[in-house]
Nanobody
């Protein structure tokens, strides 16, 4: 069982920046592909970005150039740096993990999930 704990979600003004963190206390971060997803009510969970253990990344088109996913395997932590935030970025952001390497955008393929952290962008 992989435990994931997100933090960093707050209320921020449009155009602002925010960094989300996801800690894997069990220390398995480096062997897993880590992803960020977001969810708003009445919509499907949306892929945001993913990162392999070796640092390869994939971003959703909607956040490309604004969001950056990174990881610090020594700290068992994955980050999502969010810049030029827009009101439509408002959502609950979830960290997820799957064992091995994958660029999948399908949330069903991620076996482990955090509890989520709320990001609200005001206009």
């Amino acid at each position: 069982q992989v435990q994931l704990v997100e933090s960093g979600g707050v209320l921020v003004q449009a155009g602002g920046s925010l960094r989300l963190s996801c800690v894997a206390p069990g220390g398995t971060c480096s062997r897993y592909t880590m992803g960020w997803f977001r969810h708003v009510p009445e919509k499907e969970r949306e892929f945001v970005a993913t990162i392999w253990g070796n640092g390869n990344t994939l971003d959703a088109d909607s956040v490309k150039g604004r969001f950056t996913i990174s990881r610090d395997n020594a700290k068992n932590t994955v980050y999502l740096e969010m810049n030029s935030l827009k009101p439509e970025d408002t959502a609950v952001y979830y960290c997820a993990a799957l064992r091995g390497y994958s660029y999948t955008r399908n949330p069903l393929e991620y076996a482990y999930w955090g509890q989520g952290t709320q990001v609200t962008v005001s206009s």
